[in-house]
């Protein structure tokens, strides 16, 4: 279930980066483009804590999957 919603997420980053570029070819530079740009930035660093390893090489997304 956890690869699901990290696979939504990355889907929604990347569908907010799109709208932001459409965004400025049709109005230019505008505080919507920025706040897109920003939250899929957001978006992205969330989905990298959960989903790179440690040293150890255990990840949230593997500590999740484990448990029951």
Known sequence: MINAILSIAMLSAFLLLYGAWKRWQRDGVSQQ???????ALVVFANVAIWAVPDEKGQ????GATDTP
Not at 33 to 39: D, E, S, T
Not at 59 to 62: A, I, K, R, Y
């Open 33 to 39: 483009m920025w706040l897109m740009v920003a939250a």
């Open 59 to 62: 990840s949230l997304v593997t």
